[in-house]
């Protein structure tokens, strides 16, 4: 069928009113042959329309209803709320509550890293004896805080080489070790010696404004080409994305691995969490070369992504979407200029905060968005300057 042909369904959980809302874009006027019914089992919404049909499985359970309401207009839109037919089980998280991909603890120790693309091994079998988790990115200040204000020591107030030496100065940064696997967000933390050094090819990038210092390193997959990290030399860090990567148990059975969606969700929302701030820059990587392999529209990235989250924790199901329903986070998104961007980051009152990801990652980003704005209906696909948008959250099941 042709895409104008398409019937499109829309529905997405209410959970605080406990309702499913739907809206529904049909390819011709609404007439007496369109229909809408629930499935007697409420997971499902059909809507007919001139001897087409279309079908989604609802989010959440809903009170069956043989006919729905439907407007008598000349429009091509629909909308329902429709009542859940039981309460919802559990809570909302908080931003601060959100499962984060890959953990520590998810990781079983002695486990092989090996490329998502090739499955060449990255870090063999048995190198890393243990996964740990690395604090969030105001660990430092956070602990200086707590150091300045305990009640019975004041003895060194805010001395920051004292802060140093104790571990957690705001000038203090956490170094790779040998067996260890240091997990963040969206990325390990892994010391050289670790990586399989004949499965990885580098291209490092210099700063001019600094005599031809090293600044960082990217870091491929020597096999199929494919971006695996970067090293910075400034952070004395070598980084493996998660999503470019499958984690391999000793049992020969890959973890259920997070995708590139999953792991932006996650820093968004943790920098929410962290600052406040629910809009963000995404920002390409500093330092690192221009990927010439890259396709035309990935390797060169200019105008910055710009993303509001508007609701950090929805479930949805569209007749467009590969699968459903989808746990997500709901965004508006825009592009602008580096000048706009360096105007809003360094503003008094800027409520933005800044996020760094391989420019090619940022590309990928933005495809994904601009293909999940045709999950919704027509009506709902922009405000005012910005875009709506969806990005897949991590729930364990794998992207």
Same mark, same amino acid.
């Given at each position: 069928?042709?895409?104008?042909?398409h019937?499109?369904?829309?529905?997405?959980?209410?959970?605080n009113?406990?309702?499913?809302?739907?809206?529904?874009?049909?390819?011709?006027?609404?007439?007496?042959?369109?229909?809408?019914?629930?499935?007697?089992?409420?997971?499902?919404?059909?809507?007919?329309?001139?001897?087409?049909?279309?079908?989604?499985?609802?989010?959440?359970?809903?009170?069956?209803?043989?006919?729905?309401?439907?407007?008598?207009?000349?429009?091509?839109? =629909?909308?329902?709320r #429709?009542?859940?037919a039981?309460? *919802?089980?559990?809570?909302?998280? +908080? @931003? !601060? %509550?959100?499962?984060?991909?890959?953990?520590?603890?998810?990781?079983e120790?002695?486990?092989?890293?090996?490329?998502?693309?090739?499955?060449?091994?990255?870090?063999?079998?048995?190198?890393?004896?243990?996964?740990?988790?690395?604090?969030?990115?105001?660990?430092?200040?956070?602990?200086?805080?707590w150091?300045?204000?305990?009640?019975?020591?004041?003895k060194?107030?805010n001395?920051?080489?004292?802060?140093?030496?104790?571990?957690?100065?705001a000038?203090?940064?956490?170094?790779?070790?040998?067996?260890?696997?240091?997990?963040? =967000?969206?990325?390990? #933390?892994?010391a050289?010696?670790? *990586?399989?050094?004949?499965?990885? +090819? @580098? !291209? %490092?990038?210099?700063?001019?404004?600094?005599?031809?210092?090293?600044?960082?390193?990217?870091?491929?997959?020597?096999?199929?080409?494919?971006?695996?990290?970067?090293?910075?030399?400034?952070?004395l860090?070598?980084?493996?994305?998660k999503w470019?990567?499958?984690?391999k148990?000793?049992?020969?059975?890959?973890?259920?691995?997070?995708?590139?969606?999953?792991?932006?969700?996650?820093?968004?929302?943790?920098?929410?969490a962290?600052?406040?701030c629910?809009k963000?820059?995404?920002?390409?990587?500093?330092?690192?070369?221009?990927d010439e392999?890259?396709?035309?529209?990935?390797s060169?990235?200019?105008d910055?992504?710009?993303?509001?989250?508007?609701?950090?924790?929805?479930?949805?199901?569209?007749?467009?979407?590969?699968?459903?329903?989808?746990?997500?986070?709901?965004?508006?998104?825009?592009?602008?200029?580096?000048?706009?961007?360096?105007?809003?980051?360094?503003?008094?009152?800027?409520?933005?905060?800044?996020?760094?990801?391989?420019?090619?990652?940022?590309?990928?980003?933005?495809?994904?968005l601009?293909?999940?704005?045709?999950?919704?209906?027509?009506?709902?696909?922009?405000?005012?300057?910005?875009?709506?948008g969806?990005l897949?959250?991590w729930?364990?099941?794998?992207?």
């Amino acid at each position: 069928m042709p895409h104008s042909q398409h019937i499109l369904i829309y529905a997405e959980l209410l959970s605080n009113i406990r309702q499913v809302s739907v809206g529904c874009t049909l390819p011709t006027p609404i007439s007496t042959t369109t229909r809408a019914t629930v499935a007697t089992d409420g997971r499902a919404l059909t809507v007919a329309h001139h001897g087409s049909s279309a079908t989604v499985r609802l989010p959440e359970r809903v009170a069956p209803l043989s006919q729905l309401p439907i407007t008598k207009s000349e429009g091509t839109s =629909l909308s329902w709320r #429709l009542p859940l037919a039981a309460p *919802l089980t559990g809570r909302v998280q +908080s @931003a !601060s %509550e959100e499962l984060v991909p890959w953990s520590g603890l998810d990781l079983e120790p002695g486990s092989a890293v090996i490329c998502r693309t090739c499955k060449s091994a990255i870090v063999d079998a048995g190198t890393l004896k243990i996964w740990k988790d690395l604090p969030s990115e105001n660990w430092a200040e956070m602990m200086e805080f707590w150091h300045c204000h305990k009640p019975h020591n004041h003895k060194h107030g805010n001395d920051e080489e004292h802060l140093t030496n104790r571990g957690y100065g705001a000038s203090s940064r956490i170094t790779a070790q040998p067996g260890v696997g240091f997990v963040d =967000l969206t990325s390990f #933390l892994l010391a050289d010696s670790d *990586l399989v050094a004949d499965s990885i +090819s @580098a !291209s %490092e990038a210099t700063d001019s404004a600094s005599n031809g210092t090293k600044v960082a390193t990217t870091l491929r997959c020597a096999s199929c080409n494919t971006q695996l990290g970067v090293r910075n030399y400034q952070a004395l860090s070598t980084s493996i994305f998660k999503w470019q990567v499958l984690i391999k148990k000793r049992g020969d059975i890959p973890e259920l691995s997070p995708s590139l969606a999953q792991c932006v969700s996650a820093m968004l929302l943790a920098t929410m969490a962290r600052s406040g701030c629910s809009k963000s820059i995404l920002l390409p990587i500093r330092g690192l070369p221009l990927d010439e392999s890259a396709p035309e529209h990935v390797s060169q990235v200019r105008d910055l992504l710009n993303i509001w989250v508007f609701n950090a924790n929805i479930t949805f199901s569209s007749t467009e979407a590969p699968v459903s329903p989808i746990n997500a986070v709901k965004v508006f998104y825009r592009t602008v200029s580096q000048e706009e961007a360096d105007k809003m980051l360094d503003s008094i009152t800027s409520d933005v905060q800044d996020i760094s990801l391989p420019s090619d990652a940022i590309s990928t980003i933005v495809g994904l968005l601009n293909q999940s704005n045709a999950f919704v209906p027509e009506s709902d696909r922009k405000f005012k300057e910005w875009t709506v948008g969806l990005l897949e959250k991590w729930d364990g099941a794998g992207g």
